[in-house]
């Protein structure tokens, strides 16, 4: 099983080809992804590499984290599982009286 690697600071010109050669030089790269703005297409600035070995992947994060790629120093550290997220965001949860908070008027439809 391969080992997931994050990587922060990333060029926002950098491609994912340009990525996996970064990393190929140091064991098998199986996938290189750079993250996007859903919206805009633009790189958000990091992404993910996986390696074929945890062995690899400790070689590879030992050897490029803090190093420079276009101008910019690169984090590179072993990616955690992404933190759950809660759907929807405030309000529209759960019934109501029908009432409003401004002195118990009804509200209009």
Known sequence: MGSKIYVGGL???A????????F???????SARII????????????FVEMASSD?????ISALNGTD???RTLTVNEARPQEPRSGGGPGRS????????RG?????W
């Not at 491609?15 to 970064?22: A, R, Y």
């Not at 996007?36 to 992404?47: I, N, P, Y």
């Open 36 to 47: 996007t703005d859903k919206f805009t297409g633009q790189s958000r600035g990091f992404g």
């Open 56 to 60: 690899e992947a400790q070689k590879a």
């Open 15 to 22: 491609t994912e080809q340009q990525l996996s050669d970064l």
């Open 11 to 13: 060029p926002y010109s």
């Open 104 to 108: 118990g008027k009804r509200d209009r």
């Open 94 to 101: 759960g019934g109501g009286g029908g009432f409003n908070d």
């Open 69 to 71: 790629m276009g101008g």
């Open 24 to 30: 190929a030089v140091h064991g098998a790269v199986e």
